[in-house]
Structure formats: structure tokens, C-alpha cells
């Protein structure tokens, strides 16, 4: 299932909010969670941390991963803590509208 | 996981060096890579070869699209270091502000001394820039301003002399070069209804005058053709001023009618807020000029009394216009015949409304722009030389900073930051000095001066003021900042290095030479000015000009109209002022000198009757019996006029002296006739000649006068000038001879009440206006320059403490030492002046206009300033010599 769109933002802050890492391994740790439901880009997903490292609600440093390759680590600023707090917030509301509405039966049903 | 970043609100001690743009791409480039190898293992791990998982991984990074994908990523990333390089300066210059603040303050007197002197620079040049600016820079508040032009006809000596109708109607005919052309002349009509009767100032136009400008009223409409006619209708224009003075801002005020002496007007407009009337800024209200087209010879139509302007069509150059003038002035034509006194043969002059404008003011107000930049150098060399002294002292404090890693640029920084800080609480406080200083310059202004009421601090100003503080805080710390950092870096901690201290005193030496010769350069400019001043204020004016309280009577109202009741009026008006306490003599005039009256007429002399064209322009006087009197103009040869020169007697008139000697070298005027413009058989017989008297300016040669009786001319001037020689304080007596005069009339306007002493000193304004500024700032470079040899020698002194210890242990004198100092003061001294005198002559050459009476190169001035200036200088040496005289060598040597 591809992404709704806005959401791959959300998905990536939620994931550091567990602790930094790099790119590769949100993007397993996405598939991972999703179960392989969530179908991720990798493409979409460089320039997400690109875009959210440029709005400052990242921040990321070189470091070393544990097969000894460099790698980008991105960490959750507080302004980006406080984003992902508005947003899951946000979409929760928007799931349960959403819901809402698509569960109820008609008499098409 | 652990933090690796660093906490926010903890600052950074080692700052991440700032990276490349090759960097950043080069980072995003290892980032991707990274990426596609994890990817690639990952799906190997899951059973790929490693050829298909490679593949996969890139198809993942947007395959074909991958390039795009890294421009993406490359373009964030240079944005973000963009951020942080934004971020960084905005960190390092509060830094280095804070740093600059913290050092400033712990030297409050060199602070203070700097920051004076900084705010009296640039507060006096905002100041004069603020003066100096409508008028010689700003173009005119109308449309297409280069367009408006200045049409004058040429008068005796090639003066400039107000246009006739005639010449204005000719013009008008024949000129295809404009779109509009325009006569204006002075009016003051006395409003009354309602409120309080009341004078005005206004101006009679012809129909195109606001065209020629270019500013329509904002209610109501313009003057069209059909308004400017004899016996026209009665139709005025108001400024916006009055319209909200006097009538409340009326919307409905288009179409009422308003009373202006005695006669009802329709108000058909009202001009905007923002017009500004540059060829009269005090005129209210404006009405047409309803001249007839008859042109006998002696009607109003041949009066040169109208100044003429014109906006050029678009497209017409000025040249263009000039030419086709020209011509049209060369070739009279048969429909528009001419009179001799217009006769044109001169050409026309011609010039832009702006430079007429500001014609007689330019000279004065460019000397003493010139004047304020040489002020803003001194001020600045000034504290260049502070900054330097300061940076000698400092020099232990940027050997430490260095040695801990501050490279050059970053203390050059760190200095500049400083003198620039400097400059900015100087341009602060400046801000003060230039708000008291334009208040100061309105007040002085010349009478002459034009657009006064646009010189005031504005948007304009406030760019100009900070550019210099700009400007001023980088020249000013540029020295101080190589020389300091070079210091730092270059002889480590040894505080005592004796090469440094000599590239520092050499410079600051410099420095106070260049202060002592701009000082020079002011001073000589004042001193000329004063001593033309003096000159101008020496010339005999031909009157005695003390105790002379003069004012204009004016006659207003349809009861005048008829000749014989204005002269009653005045006459029964000077019987009441003579019987006012205090008042000597009393007696009218129609023009008083030196109030800007200029009346002039052709004169022709019965021996030059053959000759038609030998017609000699004459100021001429209409005065009561008692004018010379009153004046103490001296009689020079037959009789002066009196009681019974009157309408019927026989017609005579007053010749003054230099026309007499001109006109009859050698010979007797008694006796001999004359008659004004053509020949209309009314001859005057000369009875008497009179002592020359200064009209039109003090600085101005003698021109030619003629005197008759009022009731001997060919009309009664509605306007006099009412002349009182009083027993003590003339100024005193103005309300008793006002009161006096109105008891004939209350209705009767009396304007322009001034004592002569005051006339003479307006005469002279321009010239006075110029010279305060230049004695005001020459004081000040004075000052300056003086603190700055004391400075420069101070510090010098403190220095060579030592050796000035060796030197007296080793038996010099005190004289000796004392010597020593002032010598190499004076040293500093004497080449400056010699660079400044220099400086002065070339200066000079832009002063010539303002001078009178005396030569730009005048030995005494230059000798004065000279003198001014080694005295000045000695005594800004004596302390510091006086203070190494007293070096006791044991403590001297002892501090090493």
C-alpha cells in the first residue's frame, strides 16, 4: 500500500522518537513495523529526512554503524518532538472521522 | 541512547568549522552510497545476488530519477549550511558587539571624548545636509521639474530684470517650444466677512500658470483662458493652508464667494495640501491677472514687474527653447510692436526654475556643505588618532587574544566592530545635534533662502546620516585595526617594543597634520568671510541708517481708486505719524532701499533727443517733501524737493550723484530735462542732485536714481514706504506710528515693519549665514586639532618617558627637554599649516562669490590663521612638555 500523502513525516518522526538512526534503518524498522504493509520509497523517504533536517525538526551527525560503515545518524530536535506530537494528534482525529463514517452501515449493506 | 549532540542553551566553546559547498555535496554523496550498500546487503541477505540487488536498491533511490533525487538532497543541504553560516555571523557579531560594549566601558573617557566628537561630526553634516538637500539636490516638487523654466529679460549690466506683459504676450504668440507660459506677480489683497479682517499674500497670474507647473487644484478647477481678461470675471484659487485656516476646510467652499478688498471673488479651486509655490512660498491664494492687450506705452503692460515661466513641451530641449527665444528676441515683427525699455535687443535669459530658485543661495549653501565634510574629516582623523593611542596601550591584550588563537581578520574584525559601535552611539547622539542644528539653521536662514519649509530631518536625511555613521566607523577604525592586529600578531607578549611605538607615532603624526591643515582650510574660509562682512558692513549705504524705523502703508479698497484721495491718505497718514512722541522726521517713499524694492524705468535726456534709443534705465523714487531729511541723504548741488512741488507746478525731479557725473562730466545737470519711457511731452527739469544710496544690495556698484513728488508722476503709488527717524530706540516706536497711521484708516495693511539697522543686516544675510557656519566649525576644527597635537604629544611623552629619564640623568636641562616637546609639536604644526595654506588657496577659489572687498589670497587672513594656530599649538604643547620636564630620572629608569 502506497503512503497517503503528508504521512511519510509523521512516520519518520514517530520512528526517531525511539532514538536516532540512520536512514537505512528507519527504512527497516518502517517495514518492520508496518509488517510490510506500508510500502516506503526509499527516494521518498531520503528527501523526508532531508526536508524535516532543513525545517529543523531534525538534526542528524556522522557516526559509525555497527558494521563499522559511516553513516548519517538523524535525531528528533524538541521542535520536532513537539511537531510529531501535534500531528499524530492530528491524524488520530482524521482516522476516527474517517472511520467513523466509512464503518457505518446503509442499506447498500 | 546517549545524546552525541550537544544540549541547546549550553553554548559552543570549539566551533564546527563551516564546510565547503564540495563538502556538503560530497556528505550527501556518502550518505546515499551508505544507504545503497545497506540496502544492497540487506536484499542479499535475503537471497538476491548481488548484481539484482544492487539494481533493486538504486531502482528504490528512484532509479532513472536518482539524479534528481541527489539534486534534491544536495539543494536542502546547501540551504541548511547557508542557515548556519547566517546563524554563525549573527552569533560572532553579537559576540564581538558585546566584547566591543565591554571594552568601550572600560574606558569611559576615551569612549565619551570619541563618541563627542563623533556626534558633533555627523550631527552638523546630517544637519546642513538636511538645509542643503531640498535645495540643491532634491529636483522641485512638481512633475517633470527639469521641464519648468525661468524666462528673465536682460537688464542694465546684464542683470536679470522681471519681464512686461508685452513681452510675455509676444512670447506667448510667436514661442512653439512650450507648453505652457506663465507671468506671475506679487498681490495682497485683505480678506474680510466673518473673522478678522486679514492681509494676505498672493499672486496674480496669467491663465497657464499652474499648467506651467503642473499642479491642478485639487478641488475645483484650474484658470482657463476665458478667466485672464480685462474686466474677467472675479475668480480665485486658494492654497490648502487657507482654505483650512479660514474657511474650516469647507467642501462646499468651490463656488462661494469671498471679499478681497472690497470686491466679491468666486472661489473655483483649491490647490493641494502638497503644493509647495517655489516662486512665492507665502502666497495663499491666487487670481487671474486680467491684463488688457491695449499696450499703450505708458499702461502697466510695458512694466517689467512679471516673472515669467514656462514647462517646455516634451521632447524640447532647453537649448532648443533658449534658441528659438533668441531668435524671436532678434526679430521684431510688425503684430507685436515693442517699446525701447523692452526692446529685447539683449536676448532673453534663460535658466531652469531650479537654479533660478536657488540662484542666489547655491554659493553659500555649497561652501558650507564643503565646509561640513572638512568638519566630518577632522572630527574623523580625531578619533582615528584616539583609536590608535588606544590601540598603542592595548597592545598587550591582542598579543594575549592572538597567542589563544584569534587570527588577524578576526581581530581586525573585532576592532572595527568597536570603532563602528563608536560610530553609532556618535550618530545617536548626532541625531540630537543635527535636531538642534536644523532649528538653529531655519533661524539664521537668509531671508533668500528657498524651500525653507522643506528642511527637516526626513527618510532622505536619515540615509544620509546613516551612510556616514557608516562610513565614518569604518575609516575611522581601519588604521587603528591593521596597525593593532599587526601589533598582536607580529611582536607577542613583550609589552615595551620600540619599532611598533614608531610606526604608531609616525601615523598619528600624520594624522594630526592632516587635522592642523583641514583646520587651516576652515579657518581661512572664515576668516575671509569676516573680513567681507566687515568690508560689506563699511561700505557707506548713503543714508544714515541708525534710529530709522521703516514700514509699508499700503491703500486698499475701491475709495482709492482715484489718485487724489491715496495721496490725501498718505499725506494725512505722515501728519499723524510726526506728531507721534519721539518721532524727529517722518516722510514716504515708493521704494525704500535695501528691502528688496526694485523699480525701474527708462530714462531719456532732452540732449539726447535726436538719438531715440539712448534710453537710460533709472530707479526711480516717488518721495514726500522731507524723504532727505528723514534719510539724511546729503544734497550735493541745487535744491532738494519740496512743498510745492505738486501736481501743476512746474514738473522737477532729483538726479543722484553718480548719474550726474556720468551723464554730465564736468558739467552742471541743473537745469537740464529729462522724461520717463517715450516721449509724452512731459518733461521734468533736473532742480537738484543728491548723494548715491545702496538699493538693491550693499555689495552691488552704484546705479542710477531719479526722485520726483508723488503728485508729479504720472500715477499715485498705492503702496509707500514710511520712513521715521526717531529720538531713541526706533523698533519702540512701531506700535504708536502703526496706531498713528490707522487713526487716518484702520482699514489700511501695514506691512513689513523692520528697523533700517535691520534691512542693512539682511542686506547682508547670505553672506552672514555663511560666515557663522564657517566661524562656528572653524572653532570647532580649532578645538579638535588642538586636542589632537595634545594628544599625539601626550602620548608620545608618556612613551619616551624613559628616554626623556636617561636624557636628563645624562645632565639635560629642563629647557632642554621642554624644547624637545614643543619642537616636535611645532614640527607637526608648521606642516600642516603649510599643507592646509594649500589647501585654503584652492579652497578660496569656491568662496570668490561670497567675498567682497577683499582678494581670496588676502595676506592679513592667511597671516592671522597662521598666527591663530602656532599660538593654539603651543599651548596644546606646553602641558605635555611641562609634564616631561618634570620626569624625575630615577623613577623613570626605575620603571623599566
Redesign the interface.
Known sequence: MALLKGTLDVLVLKTLSWGPMHAFEIATWLEGRSAGRLNVEDAALMQALHRLEERDLLTAEWGTTEKGRRARYYRLTSAGRAHLKAETARLTTYVDALTTILAARTAAD | ?A???IR?GVHRIFRLPLRSKARVRA?VD???E??L???T??LIARGMDPAAARAE?LR???GA??GE?RE??YD??L??EERVRFRESLHRLHQDVRFALRSLVRAPGFTLVAVLTLALGIGASTAIFSAVNPILFEPLPYPHPERILRISDVGPGGSRLDVTFGTYHELAERSRAFDALAVVKPWQPTVTGASEPERLDGQRVSAGYFRALGVPPVLGRAFEPSDDRVRGPKVAILSHGLWRRRFGGDASIVGRLVTLDDNSYTVIGVMPSAFENVLEPSAELWAPLQYGESFAPDSREWGHHLRLVGRLRPGVEREQAAGELAAIARTPVPEFPRVPWASLEQGLTVSSLQDDVTYGVKPALLAVFGAVILLLTIACVNVTNLLLARGAQRRGEFAVRSALGAGRPRLIRQLLTESVLLAVLGGVLGMVVAELGVRALVVLSPPGLPRLGAIHLDATVFVFALGIVTLTGLVVGLIPALQASRAGLGVGLQQSSRRTAGTHASTRGTLVVAEVALAVVLLVSAGLLLRSLQRLFSVPVGFDASRLLTMQVQTSGHRFDVDSVRYRFFEQALDAVRRVPGVQAAAFTSQLPLSGDLDVYGVHFERDRDRADALEAALRYAVTPGYFEAMRIPLRRGRLLDAHDVAGAPQVVLINESFAKRRFPGGDPIGERLHFGPDDGRWYTIVGVVGDVKQASLGLVQSDAVYVAPTQWHWVDGRMSLVVRSRGEPAALAPDVRRAVWSVDKDQPIVRVATMPQLVAWAAAERRFALIIFEAFGIAALVLSATGIYGVLSGSVAERKREIGVRSALGASRGTILGLVVRQGMTLTALGVVIGLAGAVAASQALVSLLFGVQRLDPATYLGVIALLVGVSGVACSVPAWRAARVDPSIALRAE
Do not use: I
Open positions: 541512547m545524546d552525541r549532540g541547546p556528505d556518502e550518505e546515499l551508505s544507504f550498500e545497506a540496502r546487503e540487506h536498491a528504490r533511490l528512484g530519477t536518482v533525487v534534491y538532497l536542502s543541504a540551504r541548511r
